[in-house]
């Protein structure tokens, strides 16, 4: 069926997820939207929930243009704020439920809201670092009375406070230009900075996603994707609402639990992370998968190997294995795979109809296919991209170089518009005149049974080029000398892709978002516990 015909699907459309969210209540209004651990809403059931939080926002004086911080758990509620907010023209900001301190001061601090909203426990670490919130007047807590509630200012309520008895809809004008999200970015190497992402991106989003997934009113998609990631907000929720469709919300994601959920919901698709889909893939049998091998008919996720999606293709029976397309918060999707279209190994979809996605050199001279190098995008319809950075002007010009998105990573199409990524180009290493992609190097080490988790980073060197150092986070329980792995590399990796340095660690350095901070390794260079290749006197032949 072709995308473009698609219920909720208009190529070009300009839209608001107030706007979907009434038509899918209206159109869908008996059908599941959300389960959560047992409970299952319908739309219309939803709808009533929604408006009752808009009518009690709004009574605490939050208006069109205003920010509300949450940090939420997934459940059910979850979606239902951020419906709420968006519905009086707010500006929803989920904040990731592992920051604290600093990161949390940052991140609330700079969004600058009235109102926060947050689990008890994280409602804690609020009043912790209250003083450095200057805007912020109410506090909402979900669960018990925080401890230390009593040294916060402002306004407190318990979220059954929250909620107005009035169920009518608030319905405030607001268009499809403007701002329905801030996501803030990992921070890897720098203050994280909010995108600001305006109505009609997300929606559009959820269209792309559609186009990739294939989803209809009859799928049921699994998600423990956490609701504070853009993600699950706009490729599973909002997508599916386009079409009627059912979203299961898993608390936190379990390799044990993953089967059973499956099995006791009866989802039919499921999206994932890469790191999730590698240890499922891993897992030992249990009598959940046997009894539902087949059953699950597609899974989505990003990065997705070959070789894994091959495990879940012939050990699991899922017919579609997807890892869809390249994108990032600021850009959406910008190459895609549409639903049914063959995929080229190591590719990440084709060019789209949204975007002009080009590769370029450092001058930003164009480069032919086949050639790496750095992938810039501009939109062609309006609204569906990022509007910029909150409050950065600055930086989002540093960015927007001769009026292109300059991504900073590297990649490259083929001859027939494929696309393959390649790498960060600030992980990009040279080395004996070769260029090497630590993602490639990163991917071959993560099929070694002892490995759990690695970083593939540049080292300085004395000569003019970097040296390749790995970083690896054995498994439980595995024994494993760097002599045997470099051995191993040599064998399974080019010549001049096999690392000098190597050095194993309990834990490898990751911001809150779970990303490593590969600029800490490369500052830190060759350490006390780090083995040299050199000093060892291994040698490997160019073959």
């Not at 809809?169 to 909010?194: C, E, H």
């Not at 959406?332 to 049914?340: D, E, K, N």
């Not at 450092?362 to 992938?375: K, Q, R, W, Y």
């Not at 990573?409 to 990524?421: C, R, S, T």
Request: net charge neutral.
């Amino acid at each position: 069926m072709d995308s473009s015909k698609r219920p909720g699907w208009s190529c070009g459309q300009q839209d608001t997820i107030n706007d979907a969210f009434r038509r899918a209540v209206r159109d869908f209004g008996s059908r599941l939207f959300l389960e959560h651990a047992g409970t299952r809403t319908t739309y219309a059931e939803a709808h009533g929930q929604v408006c009752r939080l808009a009518n009690g926002l709004k009574a605490l004086g939050v208006k069109k243009g205003d920010t509300v911080v949450t940090l939420l758990d997934n459940h059910a509620e979850a979606v239902f704020i951020w419906l709420a907010i968006n519905t009086l023209g707010g500006i929803s900001v989920p904040v990731n439920t592992a920051y604290k301190g600093e990161f949390l001061r940052h991140q609330a601090g700079d969004a600058a809201p009235a109102l926060i909203i947050a689990e008890s426990d994280y409602a804690e670490r609020v009043v912790q670092v209250a003083a450095g919130l200057p805007t912020l007047r109410t506090l909402v807590y979900r669960g018990e009375r925080p401890e230390g509630l009593a040294s916060f200012g402002g306004q407190s309520l318990r979220w059954a406070e929250l909620a107005s008895p009035d169920g009518s809809d608030p319905v405030v004008p607001v268009k499809p230009g403007d701002l329905a999200m801030l996501i803030y970015t990992g921070g890897t190497t720098g203050l994280s900075k909010g995108c600001m992402v305006s109505h009609n991106y997300a929606c559009n989003l959820a269209r792309q996603m559609l186009a990739l997934t294939g989803r209809t009113k009859d799928t049921l998609t699994w998600t423990p994707m956490p609701l504070f990631h853009f993600n699950a907000v706009a490729s599973t929720v909002l997508c599916n609402m386009l079409v009627g469709a059912g979203v299961a919300i898993y608390s936190r994601f379990s390799v044990s639990n993953f089967w059973p959920e499956l099995e006791r919901v009866q989802a039919t698709d499921c999206q994932l992370l890469g790191t999730m889909l590698t240890l499922i893939a891993r897992a030992d049998d249990n009598d959940a998968m046997l009894r539902y091998r087949g059953k699950l008919q597609a899974v989505w996720g990003a990065p997705f190997p070959e070789a894994v999606m091959e495990i879940w293709r012939e050990r699991f029976g899922v017919r579609h294995t997807v890892s869809g397309g390249f994108g990032l918060t600021e850009c959406a999707v910008v190459t895609h795979l549409p639903f049914g279209t063959p995929a080229r190994p190591g590719s990440s979809g084709l060019r789209c109809e949204w975007f002009d996605v080009r590769i370029v050199d450092d001058d930003d001279n164009e480069l032919p296919d086949g050639t790496p190098g750095e992938i810039i995008v501009r939109p062609r319809q309006p609204h569906v991209m990022f509007e910029g950075y909150w409050k950065r002007p600055e930086d989002t010009l540093k960015l927007m170089r001769n009026q292109w998105f300059h991504t900073g990573d590297i990649g490259k199409f083929d001859e027939a518009g494929y696309f393959y990524f390649v790498d960060r180009k600030k992980d990009y290493l040279r080395r004996k005149g070769e260029n090497i992609s630590s993602m490639e190097v990163e991917t071959a080490l993560r099929t070694h049974p002892a490995v759990e988790d690695v970083a593939a980073h540049a080292v300085l060197s004395d000569l003019s080029e970097d040296e390749l150092k790995l970083t690896i986070k054995l498994r439980p329980g595995a024994a494993l000398d760097e002599a045997t792995l470099f051995l191993w590399c040599a064998e399974q990796l080019p010549y001049f892709a096999v690392p000098r340095y190597i050095e194993f660690r309990p834990e490898l350095p990751k911001n809150p978002v779970g990303r490593v901070l590969k600029h800490q390794l490369r500052d830190e260079g060759v350490t006390a516990g780090t083995w040299d290749q050199e000093r060892a006197g291994l040698k490997i032949h160019k073959r």
